[in-house]
């Protein structure tokens, strides 16, 4: 992203040294992080912090700063946020909402939104320091976005770290802790490679006066669990067919329905979409409402590669004639907009993506029994008792453990937002504009040009509608994630309950044959 630098600046001298001078903000900035690393090690207390939030969000709220102390000011921001956090949350708990985690969000992504602007005006003379923000801010997304139990979208950003200092030990030690904490959510067969590459991630840092006791404890556990070799875990070799060219770009592009996708993208064991039910826990009188479950996530499944393969199409095809446009008449407006089944196959990619959303609503409100009527129930909203106040169900709420629970709600805040103008995420505020207008107005897709809503038609580029359906299907990828390891999180804590009082019989369903998929 930032590896090379454009020395053809867009600014003037005298532009650039504003924008990047420092000033006596930024030197109270630098002191702030210093306090910040205080309160970590317990020398200064939290009232410490709340001052430095207080001072802060002043001088973001004046609007007088340069661009440099605008990087600096929202990055201090989120170290503080996170290390309030880290002293007043339990981590094993979900975080519903939690006004911490979605500011120390907001302010990480800022600050990457902001370097992205530094990029992009050639400010080049502050190079140095958006790399080493941007890299920690990737970290430290990750770091929290495990902690939801979003952990492929914490996978992928300390892939984007890694790609940024590859040899640096942050990134490492951090997707160790990550992959030896949360092994259990992945399937028998990968389960000694994870905890093998957990345990060579961390075991060169465990002498670190920084290495938490939490880090220390996790290896000796680690250390008691019987793995294999990474050198067994064999790679795949795509051949030169339409088969495997689709494979290698579904690994490629970490869209696999398979958690070692993320780990390992080219091993043997990521080439299938194997997520499913770690456990499934019913009572007997209840195996029906069993059986529904399982047919709600092989429906959301099946959509999912559908239209993933449809998405993969249109990249492929993008560009070319297909026969089925041919004698279509269609008025020539001067508007540069593509016509084609191609885009209109992106098209129908994006709206199946969304409805999943739904789906996955859908299917929660039957599992958890909220009652909802089915006509009420939408991903956006049947989180709450009552809508306008934003009042979590308790039903919800009483889920204190289940991590991947809140990490469905901070997806649905990434997409729609609230009252609370931190929340929603500025990669997919697009989302929701592209999806309207495509529903029930007109969207029109040119090869060049700005974003631009123009009522009754919304224009974008194809390079922007590109990003945003690539972002949507990150997202609904993360979310059919989130659901299948919240339900298997439950159903494991209810077989545990039951145990106690009897025997418990596992559940058993025969997979369908590929030949049967007709």
């Known amino acids: 992203m930032y590896q090379e630098i454009d020395c053809e600046s867009k600014m003037d001298v005298r532009e650039q040294l504003k924008e990047s001078e420092v000033t006596e903000v930024s030197k109270k900035l630098k002191s702030f992080g210093l306090v910040i690393d205080e309160v970590k090690f317990g020398r200064r207390t939290i009232k410490d912090i709340d001052s430095i939030v207080a001072t802060v969000e002043g001088w973001l709220q004046n609007e007088n700063l340069n661009t440099f102390d605008r990087l600096m000011s929202f990055y201090v921001l989120g170290q503080a946020y996170n290390a309030k956090k880290c ?81 640096d030990y942050m990134w490492k030690f951090n997707v160790g802790f990550s992959l030896g904490g949360m092994f259990g959510y992945y399937e028998n067969r990968v389960k000694p490679f994870v905890v093998e590459q957990a345990k060579e991630l961390l075991k060169p840092y465990l002498d670190r006066p920084e290495t938490t006791s939490s880090a220390k404890q996790m290896w000796e556990k680690l250390s008691q669990l019987k793995t294999l070799p990474l050198s067994e875990d064999k790679e795949y070799e795509y051949a030169d067919t339409d088969e495997d060219k689709y494979a290698q770009w579904v690994n490629d592009h970490f869209l696999r329905l ?34 529904r479950l399982m047919a709600l996530l092989n429906e959301i499944k099946q959509e999912y590669v559908s239209a993933r393969y449809m998405l993969y199409s249109y990249f492929v095809n993008s560009g070319t004639i297909h026969f089925s446009d041919s004698n279509v008449r269609i008025a020539d407006v001067y508007d540069l907009c593509n016509y084609s089944y191609n885009i209109e196959l992106a098209k129908a990619a994006f709206r199946a993506l969304y409805s999943l959303l739904d789906k996955i609503a859908f299917a929660l409100n039957d599992y958890l029994g909220l009652g909802v009527k089915g006509k009420d129930v939408s991903f956006s909203t049947f989180w709450y008792n009552e809508r306008k106040k934003r009042i979590l169900r308790q039903e919800i709420l009483g889920h204190s453990t289940v991590i991947s629970l809140a990490g469905l709600l901070f997806i649905r805040n990434d997409i729609y937002g609230g ?64 659901f299948v390891n919240a339900v298997s999180h439950i159903s494991y804590n209810q077989a545990e309950e039951a145990t106690k009082h009897g025997v418990v019989m596992e559940q058993f369903f025969d997979e369908v044959k590929d030949e049967d998929k007709v």
């Open 419 to 482: 009252d609370e103008s931190y929340l929603q995420a500025d990669e997919t505020k697009l989302l929701q504009k592209v999806r309207n207008a495509m529903e029930h107005r007109a969207i029109q897709i040119v090869d060049k040009g700005i974003f631009e809503d123009k009522g009754s038609v919304l224009f974008i580029s194809r390079e922007e509608f590109e990003k945003v359906s690539m972002n949507l299907i990150r997202t609904v990828r993360q979310a059919i994630f989130c």
């Open 258 to 291: 398979n958690a070692y996708n993320d780990v390992h993208p080219y091993s043997l064991l990521s080439q299938d979409d194997s997520l499913y039910f770690e456990s499934l826990f019913y009572k007997r009188e209840r195996l029906e409402d069993s059986q």
């Open 87 to 167: 002293l007043t949350v339990d981590p094993s708990r979900a975080m519903f909402n939690n006004s911490l985690v979605l500011k120390e969000i907001f302010c990480y992504r800022k600050t990457l939104n902001i370097a992205e602007e530094i990029k992009e005006r050639g400010l080049w003379v502050l190079y140095k320091t958006v790399l080493g923000c941007v890299y920690q801010a990737n970290v430290h997304l990750g770091n929290v976005y495990d902690h939801l139990g979003r952990h492929q979208d914490a996978q992928y950003s300390y892939l984007l770290a890694a790609q940024m200092m590859p040899s």
